[in-house]
Structures are given as C-alpha cells and as structure tokens.
C-alpha cells in the first residue's frame, strides 16, 4: 500500500504532498492520488521525522508487571516514536549478548518501532566488573550505547575503562550522573521544599560532581560520553564548559525536567517521585534555556513504567520514574515551541537527527526528504487533550501530568512505511518480515 499525505506542513513549512510507497518517501510536492493510494490528509499538522528515544525502559525480560517491549513500543508508536533505545536494567540485566539479542528480536517482532537494546557497563549493574561489552556490540542486536542507567558508573576507573573500550567501536557510554554518597536515602531535591517537609535532600552537587569529572575523563580518553537526563542549572554550566572546550560530550534533558518542579512534592502524591528528582523552577528555566541554545542536545524521555502496588503506597516506599512516551511530543511543543524557544525544525533535531546520530541508529533520524526511509510522525498542533493514563498504550499509569490539559497531539505515526498510529488511533504493526 502507498499513502499520499496532502498539504502536510514539513518541519512546520508551507504545505505540500508527500508521498510513501516501498517504505520510502518517493516523492514531494503537489502529486495527484494513483490506485492502490490511500490519502492521509495532513491539512493543518506538521510532519516531522519519526522520534527516536535515547532512554526508554521497556522492562522486558523480567518485570512484564510493568511493561514488555510490545506494551511499550505500541506506547512508542502513539507518541511519535520510530526507534527507542531500550535501557540495561532489566532481570536479569543486559550485560550479555543473549539479553541483548533476546530484546532486540522481541522489539523486531513486534513491528511498532526499531528497538535498540543499550547495554550494561558493569556485570549486573554491580559497578564492579566491565560487562561483555566488545560482545554485545559484535551480536545482532549491534549494541552502540552503554550504561548502567538507574544507577551511576561511580568507580572512575571502570569508568575509564569503559570509555576506552567502546571508542574503539565509536560506541557511547550514556552515564546517569549520582554520586551514591552523596544520596544516600534521598527522596527529593534537596532544597527549601525538602526543609520543610522533612525529606532526606538529593543535592545538586551529586549530579554536577559527577558530570564534571566523566567530561574529564571523556577527554583524557578521547572517547563519546552521553548525560542521562541533566537536571540541574549546574550540570548545564559545566556541559557547556566541556562543549566549548570540543570534550565529546552530549546530554539529554526528560520532559518532565523541563516543565515540573519540587513544589509537587508538597502533595506527598509518589507519582512525583523519580530520579533524578524534579528540581528549582530556576533549573527548569535553564534546562529550557540550555536546549534552547544547543548545550542540551536532545530529548529523552526516561519513560518509566511501574506497576499500581509500587506507586500507591506512601512516599518513602514507592518506587522512582515516570511513564513519558506518550506525553514527550506535548511536553516539547507546551514548553520550548509555543514559549518561542524553538521551531518544528529544532524539535526535529532534538527528537530525532541527533539522538539517531548519538545513538548510531540506521535509517532514523534522516531528513524529509525523496529516497530516505518514511519514518515519520505527523502531528496537529493546534489539537488540545487531557492526559488519561488509563487511555495509554503503556501498562504504567504513573504519568505525573495525569490530568492536565496538553497542546498537540499524534495524528499518524509512519514506520518504514508503514502505518502504526492512523487518525489518532493505534493501527498495526509492521509485520516482522516486511
Ligand atoms: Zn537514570
């Protein structure tokens, strides 16, 4: 089957007419509809090319509780998405060619979007020992980033090591940025919010210690390094240090960092609880203000899923994360297009170019353009929904944005050419031999 999307607005451009047979985008302009076409009308929506995630945890194999990786990427789909990235911390966890071969084909079969599994840096997740890194990279599953997300790669050492090792592949380790003695029993940001309610405080410098010394090492080593979800005014500071001093460095914002702070915390509702914990209204400013001028680089979503029991219990007990696949495009549009901070093209190469390219991903990430895969989403901007977990392709209900009323919404996902979202709804999947 072909489609013909008629007057969509590329990039948010003037509109015209795309047409997607074999997979490809075939042709551009104003084209006439031929048998065996089906017409999208893209009257008023912006296309853009599909999302890529840098940082998505699909949960499979081992907690299918919360999520498995047809769940998620049905959730992927219908928020934009073409590629995730699949984190480490699964059980058991992805530090062997098996595990990461395992997710990838079950991301293969299940047709919605190109699964890329991330593996572990340390056995286990232990922080002690490097994982079979050079043999997940030579699998099937051609595994470029690496990390221990959840926790941090505190050891400098291994740290060390670990860039060395993947620069010889031009991998990337993608570090979340802890120091595990300085939050020890955390619970929230460590701030004026945290006085009053009597919390223990995550503080800034956890994060920021840690970033200034792996750009450091980045450097002495020569090699990539990706900062999971920044989420403090600091850490930007020094991103952009290391930036201008050509450190090898990228760095991911989630949405909720750009949009929610600690103040939510007041409700005691756990849904606000993740890591790192939501921040100052002064950290989100300059989290906007850092993608905004590039030291931020991309978006990812840190979509967290977890079953009911481990988020309605009381604070101190309920697990850390946020669902956030399905909302991301929204958070973008709410918080850096319709403020004026960036236009449809930014957000293209914040959702997609540039994660593709952090992440190495074939075939995403590319221009709109004739002959390139048709991986795409389009979307209505001036559309307005109110966030309804349980109406979410994902099994996680804990979106913290439960309720309110976001703009822009997905109006048709298309994956290699095929159509996973359509008018707004889920479609099919891409069937697993196409
Ligand atoms: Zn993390």
């Not at 992927?76 to 966890?93: E, F, I, L």
């Not at 075939?363 to 901007?381: C, F, H, K, S, T």
């Amino acid at each position: 089957m072909n489609y013909l999307i008629q007057q969509a607005r590329i990039l948010g451009s003037e509109p015209q007419d795309v047409l997607i047979a074999d997979g490809r985008i075939a042709q551009l302009g104003s084209i006439e509809p031929g048998a065996d076409t089906q017409v999208v009308d893209g009257r008023g929506l912006v296309l853009l090319p599909g999302m890529v995630d840098p940082h998505t945890h699909l949960r499979e194999p081992g907690r299918e509780d919360a999520e498995t990786v047809e769940t998620g990427t049905r959730a992927a789909a219908r928020g934009g998405y073409t590629a995730v990235h699949a984190m480490a911390n699964s059980t058991p966890v992805a530090d062997t060619a098996g595990v990461v071969e395992q997710v990838y084909e079950l991301g293969r079969k299940a047709g919605w979007v190109d699964v890329r599994p991330v593996g572990a840096v340390t056995v286990g997740l232990e922080g002690k020992q490097l994982s079979e890194i050079g043999a997940m990279a030579d699998s099937r599953a051609q595994v470029k980033m690496f990390s221990d997300d959840g926790i941090c790669v505190a050891d400098p050492l291994l740290m060390r090591r670990a860039l060395e090792y993947v620069k010889a592949f031009d991998g990337v380790i993608a570090q979340h940025a802890q120091e595990p003695r300085l939050t020890e029993g955390a619970q929230m940001n460590e701030g004026e919010v945290s006085s009053v309610l009597g919390l223990p405080g995550w503080p800034a410098v956890a994060e920021e210690s840690i970033i200034a010394r792996d750009v450091l090492l980045a450097e002495h080593v020569g090699a990539r390094l990706h900062v999971c979800h920044v989420s403090t005014a600091g850490s930007v500071e020094i991103i952009r240090w290391a930036k201008a001093r050509g450190i090898q460095v990228t760095a991911e914002v989630t949405p909720h960092h750009l949009l929610l702070t600690d103040e939510k915390v007041r409700t005691f509702d756990p849904v606000f609880k993740v890591n790192p914990p939501l921040r100052r209204q002064e950290d989100v400013m300059a989290l906007r203000a850092a993608v905004a001028d590039g030291t931020i680089d991309v978006i990812g979503t840190d979509h967290a899923p977890h079953p009911a029991e481990s988020k309605e219990c009381e604070w101190g007990a309920a697990a850390m994360g946020m669902t956030g696949l399905e909302t991301a495009l929204s958070i973008v549009q709410h918080t850096l297009v319709d403020t004026g901070l960036l236009t449809w093209e930014d957000v293209a190469r914040i959702t997609s170019a540039t994660p593709a390219r952090i992440g190495r991903v074939a075939d995403q990430g590319r221009p709109i353009a004739v002959g390139e895969p048709a991986n795409l989403v389009l979307v209505d901007p001036d559309a307005r929904w109110i966030v309804d977990p349980y109406a979410m392709a994902t099994k996680g209900r804990n979106s913290p944005f439960a309720g309110m009323e976001l703009p822009g919404s997905v109006r048709a996902t298309f994956f290699h050419g095929h159509p996973t979202v359509l008018d707004g709804q889920l479609a099919t999947p891409r069937p697993a031999d196409a």
